[in-house]
């Protein structure tokens, strides 16, 4: 009688893609934010300065939308938009003085936190740009609380520097600095540092005087995350960047946003 030996059943993968970028305003630019949603295939959106009055402008099939609107101030806007599949729903969210946004999903036997928002300008005084990152650092201390993983994508504003991001063009920051305690002290790894991370600059604005570039959108996971990332691209090549689209006396023009898109990819089981 033979005896066939059988091995392990691999675990079953599942991939989750999230496309994350600094808007701009995002009125003008929704037919190509949604095109460039269904070119990634993501599951979860992330956006900052969406610039919204109200609520309810954004809509697209299959998915759940959370917004926060900055109070009493045309710019800002923070969203995130999930599958319904992920089985979404909203944890908190907080919009005045500045926007954070979190949301639960469930996918592969995982409960994973999703975490975006805005920070506050590096120019601002201590008393303005603190409570963003006190608030930041609650979300993430009651989400490890609660025993669920972390996703965290937003424009922090800040240059965490070389220690974060090897080709980083600008030194850290004072907001950097209070990010980066915020890593350290809860154990989070800056994706746009990792080998699997393609692209620094974030951030791309070209003046009549000179080219401004600075990475300060950050992708950050929790530890049991990481080995899961599958990839970080930091669309620099602009293949995905968002596009405004106006009509004109002379015809159809196009403005791209100064932001780049971060496309992360994670293989979960």
Excluded at 204 to 215: D, I
Excluded at 246 to 251: A, E, F, L, V, Y
């Amino acid at each position: 009688n033979k005896v066939t030996k059988r091995g392990k059943p691999r675990k079953k993968e599942t991939s989750l893609n999230i496309f994350s970028t600094n808007a701009a305003s995002l009125r003008a630019k929704l037919k190509s934010f949604k095109s460039e949603i269904v070119r990634c295939n993501s599951g979860i959106f992330t956006l900052q300065e969406t610039h919204f009055t109200k609520k309810g402008k954004v809509v697209i099939e299959d998915f759940e939308i959370f917004e926060t609107i900055r109070k009493g101030k045309i710019k800002g806007g923070t969203m995130i938009g999930a599958h319904k599949g992920l089985k979404p729903i909203l944890i908190n969210e907080l919009n005045d003085p500045f926007e954070i946004l979190v949301i639960e999903i469930e996918v592969a036997n995982k409960e994973i936190r999703v975490i975006s928002g805005y920070g506050p300008q590096d120019s601002w005084t201590p008393q303005q740009r603190e409570p963003f990152f006190q608030s930041l650092e609650e979300e993430i201390v009651k989400s490890n609380l609660a025993g669920k993983s972390i996703i965290i994508e937003a424009d922090f504003n800040s240059k965490l520097g070389k220690e974060y991001i090897p080709n980083d063009p600008h030194p850290q920051d004072r907001n950097g600095k209070l990010l980066s305690d915020i890593i350290k002290r809860q154990k989070l790894t800056v994706a746009n540092g990792l080998m699997v991370c393609q692209g620094t600059i974030t951030r791309k604005r070209v003046t009549t005087q000179r080219t401004e570039q600075s990475a300060i959108s950050f992708v950050l996971v929790s530890e049991d995350l990481v080995n899961q990332i599958e990839s970080v691209i930091i669309d620099e090549d602009r293949d995905h960047v968002l596009t405004r689209i106006s009509k004109t006396r002379h015809g159809t023009e196009t403005k791209e946003s100064d932001h780049n898109v971060i496309k992360t990819s994670l293989k979960l089981h």
